[in-house]
């Protein structure tokens, strides 16, 4: 736990360091998010900073280099409460802030006050319904996809709502947005078809998982070779950044959990390229040994058992939090 709190407090540190070589006039604040934001933040551990400013503006995502360490800088509007109040459950990141500029002194007090609303029953309440429907509408989007004959597609959208329904359990329950906390719940609900076995099934050893890194590493490089534009996802940083998290799992035998966050990173890629595609046709536009060796990472062609199989699940997993 003190080693999670020394590198904590250095990453904070680093964030304000950051924060006063390249000020912005327009902040309103600025926080991290994820590990350090939580207080769990080990030697693996990158430093994603969020910051508020004033005015209207398309959100920004860059990765910056300082100091040998990767900034994950993530710009937007300071929201407003109305837009809190409105939709708890797309802000529910605010509840594992970790404040580390505050220049007015006041965006503290304000998420202490949205965090309030988001843990009153008003706002469990609001936040439940917002999630539950998404799920809902990833399944329809799966029952569509497999009409059209995509059944890639219909896999990875119900697949998606199934992930939802746990991520609302550990969110719920668990009280955790860690990636480390939705994959306990995911090995804890285990399909019965087999796929929540899948990436235990799949990645027995190091290589198994050296060889996924690898197949996500040309992914990626082929992707940023033919997009302009898109450069946070696609950025080289990251395959770095992946190595790394990889390597935290690997030390600590968490191999299925590594497979488990390449397959999440593939389909992080395919959205942001081509999240108007069915995944098939994506697939069809790359090289014919990449189109070939991504589904090994864990894409399964639906059939309507299996769609059946996942709404049920989904559905009894939000059943049971009431």
């Not at 250095?10 to 991290?32: K, M, N, Q, T």
């Not at 100091?67 to 993530?74: E, F, N, R």
């Not at 050296?210 to 033919?226: E, K, N, P, V, W």
Request: charged share 25%.
């Amino acid at each position: 736990m003190e080693q999670s709190k020394d590198f904590t407090d250095f990453f904070v540190s680093l964030a304000r360091e950051f924060l006063d070589e390249w000020p912005l006039a327009s902040l309103v604040c600025a926080y991290a998010g994820g590990s350090v934001g939580r207080g769990e933040a080990d030697a693996y551990s990158d430093l994603d900073l969020h910051i508020f400013v004033e005015g209207e503006g398309d959100p920004s995502c860059e990765n910056r280099l300082f100091k040998g360490h990767v900034i994950q800088l993530q710009v937007q509007s300071a929201p407003t409460d109305e837009e809190v109040y409105e939709n708890p459950w797309a802000w529910r990141f605010l509840k594992e802030a970790k404040v580390v500029l505050d220049p007015g002194d006041r965006f503290t007090s304000w998420m202490n006050d949205m965090c309030a609303y988001m843990d009153s029953p008003a706002g469990k309440a609001k936040m439940f319904a917002q999630a539950k429907a998404e799920v809902d509408s990833f399944h329809e989007e799966a029952q569509a996809a497999l009409m059209e004959g995509f059944p890639y597609s219909a896999y990875l959208a119900a697949w998606a709502g199934w992930i939802g329904a746990l991520q609302m359990s550990a969110v719920f329950q668990g009280h955790s947005l860690s990636d480390a906390q939705l994959y306990q719940v995911v090995q804890k609900a285990r399909c019965s078809d087999g796929i929540g076995c899948f990436f235990q099934e799949t990645y027995m050893s190091n290589q198994d998982v050296q060889d996924a890194l690898m197949l996500l590493t040309d992914y990626r490089a082929h992707l940023r070779s033919i997009n302009e534009g898109i450069e946070f996802a696609l950025a080289t940083e990251n395959d770095w950044l992946v190595k790394r998290k990889v390597q935290r799992l690997q030390e600590r035998s968490q191999l299925d959990m590594a497979g488990f966050l390449l397959f999440s990173e593939a389909i992080w890629l395919y959205h942001s390229v081509d999240s108007d595609e069915w995944l098939e046709n994506h697939w069809a536009k790359l090289p014919v040994k990449l189109s070939l060796s991504l589904p090994k990472l864990g894409f399964f062609q639906a059939d309507e058992q299996m769609l059946s199989d996942l709404r049920y699940a989904s559905a009894e997993i939000i059943a049971e939090l009431g």
